[in-house]
Nanobody, 124 residues
């Protein structure tokens, strides 16, 4: 069992930066692939970034490549999403997710545990 708590969301202007954190409890964090998804109002929850269990492999959706960086600290049971050069279209609720598997995956159904989400709003 893994419990996830996100933090770090907020209101930022276009071009600004935020760093999201996801603190995990449970013994399986260090062997779980982790990911960030986001859900804009009226839209489906969509993949943003994923990282493998040791952090060696990462995958990003095309729209955030070069602007967002996912990382993890297994000693702290925490995964991060550094978001730079933010755009209004990045506005969404951001969710942290944990997989039962070790390998980075972009597939929604591969993630079994979810946080409650943190709001990110980018003003134009």
């Amino acid at each position: 069992q893994v419990q996830l708590v996100e933090s770090g969301g907020g209101l930022v202007q276009t071009g600004g930066s935020l760093r999201l954190s996801c603190a995990a409890s449970g013994r399986t964090f260090s062997t779980s692939a982790m990911a960030w998804f986001r859900q804009a109002p009226g839209k489906e929850r969509r993949f943003v970034a994923t990282i493998s269990w040791r952090g060696a492999n990462t995958v990003y959706v095309d729209s955030v490549k070069g602007r967002f960086t996912i990382s993890r600290d297994n000693a702290r049971n925490t995964v991060y999403l550094q978001m730079n050069s933010l755009k209004p279209e990045d506005t969404a609720v951001y969710y942290c997710a944990a997989s039962r598997g070790r390998f980075a995956t972009t597939t929604y159904n591969d993630y079994d545990y979810w946080g409650q989400g943190t709001q990110v709003t980018v003003s134009s």
